[in-house]
Structure formats: structure tokens, C-alpha cells
């Protein structure tokens, strides 16, 4: 097209923006150590965001054939400049990630993503905290009784409570989860024993809708 690439880039209204999220300025080509691999993130117009596996490698009549220079120096020929597409594979790679450490039905950690949390607490220095067990009382007897349907609105509810529960600690402070069936657990940063059994009983003070029924 005769025109360069970062105006293209800005009349297409393209931004670029590296893995974490922060602007990338295009580099200066004829300094980058070649062959080149890495990802980026495109923000197109109308606000979708692409992840993108850019890979710079030199053209020429020789192929990766270089000026004498200094390394980094653009060949002779120029630079090929390949876009892959990489968006549904890391989508699904979070999708995985995310399964791998919540509860499918109530969102909420499981087992594994509460190991995690418990070990990011104990590693920060003087850092503390509550976890909080806790189990539905009679829930194999209610499950029969009521139904599967009503028992996992129930246990939704019972989550739900908790997410707010976390939620009013302010954000990133602790996390809750269900370890299985009616058994959940609450981790509380900051908290004492006594204050954090206090804060779930509170949260929980209100009886709980499962089915027709009000459930304390």
C-alpha cells in the first residue's frame, strides 16, 4: 500500500496491547533481535479484542540472509510480518483454567482453587486470617425429600450468600467455596475465628428459599 504501518494501524482504528493489557508501541524495527515470536492483544473497533501470535522474520534473496551489521539489523530484503489468530485457543485455555478451580454448579472455588487461595495468604508476610466450615445440615435427607432441582437452587442461594458475604470484605479479599455436596467453606483475611464465624452466621441469618419453602 505504500503507507506505513502504524498509520494503517490507526486508520483501521486498531490499538495494540501486550498479553497483560498494557499499550505497545511498535518497536523500532530494525533493532529487534530476529526471528521475533510473541503474542499480542489487538483492540479492533467496536471494542472486541483479538489474541494475536505475531512473528517478524527477514526476507530476502537468501532467505534469513543479513546485512553486515549489527545484530538486530534489517535485512536487505525487509521484514515478513505473520498474524495468527490464537483468540479461541486461549479462550478455551482460560475456559479450562477456570473449570479446573470452580465448582461448576455455584461458581464458587473448589477444592483446588481453595488450596490456592490458602496458599497465597500464608505466603504474604504477617498475613492472617479465618476459614470458616460449614455444612448443610440433613441435605442427603432434604435432596431425597424435595428434589434435586430445589436442593441446587438451594445450594445457588446458600453461594450467593457467601459471594456477597466476600464481596463486602472488598475486592480480592477472600473467597469461598464448595468443597461438596451441602459442605462449604468461607476463607476470611483479617479475621479472627470469632469474628469470621460471626460474619458468616450473619450472613446466613435469613432463611434460605429452597423450592416452595423458606429454609433456615
Do not use: Y
Not at 505504500?2 to 495494540?16: A, D, F, I
Not at 490456592?116 to 486470617?129: C, K, V
Not at 448443610?136 to 453461594?159: M, P, Q
Request: one cysteine or more.
Amino acid at each position: 500500500m505504500g503507507l506505513g504501518l502504524t498509520r494503517v494501524l490507526s486508520e483501521l482504528g486498531v490499538k495494540v496491547f501486550s498479553p497483560d493489557g498494557q499499550p505497545l508501541p511498535l518497536p523500532d524495527w530494525r533493532a529487534l533481535p530476529l526471528p521475533l515470536r510473541r503474542e499480542v492483544l489487538l483492540a479492533l473497533p467496536g471494542h472486541s479484542l483479538r489474541h494475536m501470535e505475531l512473528r517478524v522474520t527477514p526476507v530476502g534473496p537468501e532467505g534469513s540472509h543479513r546485512d553486515a551489521g549489527p545484530r538486530g539489523s534489517v535485512p536487505a530484503g525487509g521484514l515478513l510480518l505473520t498474524l495468527r489468530d490464537v483468540t479461541v485457543l486461549r479462550r478455551a485455555e482460560a475456559k479450562m483454567h477456570h473449570d479446573a478451580r470452580h465448582d461448576s454448579l455455584t461458581g464458587l472455588r473448589n477444592r483446588v482453587g481453595l488450596r490456592e487461595d490458602l496458599a497465597a495468604l500464608q505466603a504474604e508476610p504477617g498475613a492472617s486470617g479465618a476459614l470458616v466450615c460449614l455444612n448443610i445440615d440433613g441435605f442427603s435427607a432434604l435432596n431425597t425429600a424435595l428434589g434435586r432441582v430445589a436442593c441446587d437452587r438451594l445450594l445457588i442461594g446458600l453461594a450467593a450468600r457467601l459471594s456477597d458475604l466476600m464481596a463486602g470484605l472488598g475486592q480480592g479479599q477472600g473467597s469461598a467455596a464448595r468443597l461438596e455436596g451441602g459442605t462449604f467453606a468461607a476463607l476470611l483475611p483479617g479475621l479472627d475465628i470469632h469474628d469470621a464465624v460471626e460474619a458468616v452466621q450473619r450472613s446466613l441469618s435469613v432463611p434460605l428459599r429452597c423450592g416452595p419453602r423458606e429454609t433456615p
